[in-house]
Each structure stands twice: as C-alpha cells, then as structure tokens.
C-alpha cells in the first residue's frame, strides 16, 4: 500500500531573511507520548502542535482514576498550539519528560503526579534552549558549542541526560537534572557532526558526521566502543531500533546499512535505485543520496529520505522498498510513536504528514524483542539453544 499524504503544514510568516537555511525543516518530532508535535519551520521559530489523534488514541486508552490522570486530561484537553520564538535558526529538537513532581515540590511548571514535557532546541549559534512545552516557558540556555547545533538526543528511559551533536566537530552531554551542567564532550570526528542517537536500552550512542564512518560510543564510560566503516560517502543519518538490537545509519553513498551493534557486523545493505520516471534532474549522479532513515516503533519497518525527491518503506526483512511516496526536497524524517503514519520535513520549510503500513507483529518477533530488550548478541550466542533459533534473535535470518 502506498503512503498517502495526509496533511501539510506550511510556515506562517512570509520569509524574512536571505539565507538559504532560514526556511528550511530541518527537524521534527513528537513527543514520546504523541501528544505533541514540534518541527522547525525557519524564520528562527518552533511550531508546538498539541497533537488530536494521539489525544483520542490516549483517552480511548486510559480508563485511570487518579487525580494525577485527570490533571493529564485538562491539561491536554486545554492544549493550544504554542510558537516558540528562539532567535537563531533552529536545526535541532528532541524531546524529553521531566520526572513527575511530587507532593510538597515547588516546581511552578509541573502539575503534582505528571511529568513535565520539555522540548530541546539546537540552534544556529550554538546555544541549545530547552523549553517546558505546556507553559512556553524557557527553562534552560545550554552554551558550550562554538557552531550550529545540528542534531539532539534524550536517553529514551526519561533521565535528564541530552547528548548534542554539532559542527565544531564535538559532542557534548549535558545533565538537565543538575540546571544543564555539561558531563562530557566528545571528540573523535574530523567533520561537522549530523545526527546522534541514543539507544532505548541507554548503553550505546551512535553519532553521524561527514565521514564514511559512524562512531559508536559506551553512555556508561562515554569513550568509544568502535568505527562502523563500510559507507562509501557522508554518513548523515542513524538510528537504532526499539530493542537496540540494531542500527542503521544512512550516506551520500545512496546506501542505508545495517548494522550489530555488538559486534559491528554488517548485517545487509539496502540500496537506492533511482525511479528514473519520478525524477526531473538533468543529471543521475547523487540523486538518491540519503537525508534521513528511522525505525517504525514496532522495529519491522525503516523509513528513507533522499534526494531523489521520494520517501521510501522498507520492511526489515526484504532489500527492496515495499513502498514509495513522491515528495518535495524532503531533508527529515520521523515516526509516529504509535505507528501508523510518518512526518517528513522539507527544504522549503514545509512538513507533510504520510500513511504507513500498520503492522500486527508477529510472536515470534515479539519474543525477539523481548529478549534482545536486555540480551546483547554476545549473550544470545553463549545460550545453549539452538544456532538457527540464535540466528533469528540476532536477526542474522527472519
């Protein structure tokens, strides 16, 4: 089934300033809830959106009593879309839940028994601003970084740690529980870092620069684990799945590769063959460079971005996309949290909404899941079970 656009939403304000990147979306999310959508539509603004199908999905959900939950409900019930005015070019979001405040605390942003929401903001000049998304309210200006912040990343179990990657070639970890303070940086790229991200199960962080090698760091030690070489090009994009079993990070190469991170095995290489009827480019040559590459929530699909003007569907066990989509200049992209559909950031500021496959997943991949939740594939190999069934739980077969 093809994706189908949904909706588009498009910048406010007409463009006030002469860069090319002033109008661009380079970033979108959701927050891990789904109630919210962020993206930076240029103009040095970000768009809060309270977000209705995660709020009905939710209530239909939710059957809690606690005054905690009813707290939640007028609060999102009472959601308006917000517009954050940062004052830089923004590249860079990620959000994060604060832990929930408790009876007695003073916290004026954050209701008693709910987390508080807080959004991330890498901008132009190399300050990161973090924000508390139900009130607006600036909490944070994290300064350290000499140039563009190009990429963040939340440790996904709701600590307050926040990894940044940006174009003086550094990392940076900052601690928001400790009012920002910064824990570490991070050198060992020769280039302007693009993306970084933190594995679910925390261990791992792997970052993306204009290199033929990604870097894979320990979020124990914060040193590096190894180099993934094997791309041919800029590695501008990565991603780990939900059960941290895999990785994949995406170049200019036209290639997406995936990885163990384990191990650092290759596991397969999906490649991007030009549509040649979708394009109008006078020349082939680097069209189907990569922008961009997720994993569905479930962990059975990826979705691509490339300069051949198309969003592409991969099922994870097949080396052709199962599904393709026309689109303009598309530089991002992201899922849903619950599935179902995919948001796509492009060059002239706009951000487009998509169907995706809805998948039930099998109990087999279940189990899989499950286990490599906190198995690493080193652990997987010591079991006495059979090899076939070991080579299913590294994904090494489907």
């Known amino acids: 089934e093809e994706p189908v656009l ?18 661009e979306t380079w970033s979108v999310a959701f927050s891990p809830d789904g ?3 962020a993206w930076s539509q240029g103009h040095c603004v970000v ?3 309270p977000w209705p199908l995660a709020e009905a999905e939710l209530c239909k959900t939710s059957e809690r009593k606690s005054r905690g939950s009813k707290a939640e409900a007028r609060s999102r019930g009472g959601a308006k879309e917000k517009t954050l005015e940062c004052g830089q070019i923004v590249w860079g979001l990620a959000f994060s839940a604060w832990p929930a405040a408790e009876e007695g605390e003073t916290d004026p942003n954050c209701a008693v028994g709910l987390p508080c929401l807080v959004l991330a903001t890498g901008l132009n000049d190399g300050q990161i601003k973090v924000w508390e998304v139900q009130t607006g309210h600036l909490l944070f200006s994290l300064l350290g970084h000499q140039d563009v912040v190009r990429d963040l990343s939340f440790a996904p179990n709701g600590s ?4 940044s ?47 033929k090698s990604a870097l894979l760091w320990s979020m124990r030690s914060y040193t590096l684990i190894r180099r993934l070489e094997g791309h041919q090009s800029s590695v501008v994009s990565c991603d780990f799945s939900p059960d941290s079993a895999l990785l994949v990070t995406a170049s200019y190469d036209a290639c997406v590769i995936m990885w163990d991170p384990y191990t650092g095995e290759q596991l397969r290489t999906l490649r991007h063959v030009p549509l040649h009827s979708t394009l109008d480019y006078s020349s082939e040559i680097h069209t189907s460079s990569l922008r961009s590459v997720c994993f569905s929530p479930e962990g059975l699909y990826l979705a691509t971005v490339a300069d051949d003007r198309l969003l592409r569907i991969w099922a994870l066990e097949l080396r052709s996309p199962v599904a393709f989509a026309p689109m303009t200049n598309g530089l991002c992209c992201i ?21 995706a496959p809805r998948v039930l997943s099998s109990l087999k991949h279940l189990c899989r899941k499950a286990l490599r939740t906190f198995l690493t594939t080193y652990q997987v190999l ?3 079970i059979p090899r076939k069934l070991k080579e299913f739980l590294t994904y090494r077969t489907f």
């Open 160 to 163: 307050p740690i926040l990894v």
């Open 6 to 23: 949904l909706a588009e939403l498009k910048p406010g304000r007409p463009q006030r300033y002469d860069w090319k990147s002033s109008c």
């Open 335 to 355: 899922y849903f949290p619950h599935g179902g559909f995919i948001a796509t950031g492009t060059r002239d500021g706009h951000v487009q909404f998509w169907t």
């Open 47 to 49: 768009k809060l959106i």
């Open 165 to 211: 990657a940006s174009r003086d070639k550094t990392l940076r970890v900052w601690d928001l529980s400790r009012d920002g303070r910064q824990v570490q940086v991070l050198s060992g790229h020769v280039q302007w870092v693009y993306c970084c991200s933190i594995s679910p199960d925390c261990s791992m962080l792997c970052s993306a620069a204009g290199e």
């Open 35 to 37: 109630a919210w959508f």
């Open 382 to 384: 010591a079991l006495p």
